[in-house]
């Protein structure tokens, strides 16, 4: 990639995030797409200061700044930072509260404020988020983490960001759902978890959806290293800890979660109590490399798999294998590229130093930009684009970009 085209794509990302900035009560923050999606989201908004970090940095602090503002403050949940944030307080019909979510989204926060520390160093920002960072660790920690096995629980699909995955259809008591079926299956959820108070320990004792995610456990491990990272930045002694805290995350994911069946490597979701169930297999296995979740020994079966044709489409990284009897590339979360979780499995990639595969997968996804623009989601076969074409967090391809090493 050349100076220019870098160029090139910085300003088209700018354009397309400034263009979906909103103002409210002095912050500022990015909706995920405009129309679609008016509100705040959690990981998405993640991405977006990963976006910015290249072209406004006071905006990057600025999306994480506003990020943390609906963190909850007292009750049960205090700690937790919500998926969707409110900002005109009009969620009370859906959540039973103003102005947030009561659910969670996968945690890239601290990540995403150590991503652009590195570009734009900030240390009284980093100060005014960590003790919330902390504070939604020791929420897990405390509301989540159900058998103490430093694996902690998912309550909802929406949770996990991957909405309407077939990883989720059993947990759900689907089978081969349409998307109106498995949308109203996920709404109707919302009143379980409002009667249970979001108590995760009911929830799974009453057979609701309960799952231990690995990807967005990793997610989480790698979020404890970047908070051991700014807590270094901070002079706090408390490095060990989150060093110690990723560890045991990574630990669990790869002995708990990531184990084969037949030939193959599966990252297991593991539902309810006894968590015999699982799901099939998916991508979510490449974004363990983000977290570093995965051992020596386990990390060639993982690049076989993405180098095959059940992952290498033309545009890689289907969420869903191309030969699952329920791949389906063009409805939403069943089989789609999504290019927050490119991102994702291509920087886990590069901290396993496989460059080559991870410049495969930036090119195509610069590609797949370029000719069907910054949709939501793609089909990974024919390229074509679904959801809104202005979505923010598909800008993420310019982090890809400026990081080739
Ligand atoms: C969809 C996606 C979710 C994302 C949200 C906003 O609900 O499934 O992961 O955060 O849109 O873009």
Redesign the pocket.
Known sequence: MTQVDAQVWTERCRHLLEGNQIRSDGFRYTR??PH??EYQ????SCFHAVTYRWFDGAMAWDELRSLVQHQVVGGADAGMIP?MAYWQADGAALWGEATRSIIT??PLLATAAWLVHEQHPNQAALAELYPRLVAYQDWFDRRRDLDGDDLVTLIHP?E?????SPRWDAAMGLQNPTAAQSKAARHALVERLREHGCDAHALRAAGSFAVKAPDFNAIRAAECEALGRIAQALNLAETSRWQQKAAAIQHAVQTKCLRPVADQLVAHDLFGQDETATSPDSAAKFVLLFGGCASSEQVPALLTALRSDRYFTPYPVPTTPQDSPVFDGDT??RGNV?L?VNWLIVRGLRRYHEHAIADEITRRSLELVDRAHFH?YFNPVTGQGH?PAQ???SAVVLDLLKTVP
């Open positions: 995920p797409a679609v999606y989201w959690l990981w998405d998926h989204q996968p929406w996990s960001g991957w909405d309407a939403y979360w999504w927050a939501e959801g979505q923010s967090w």
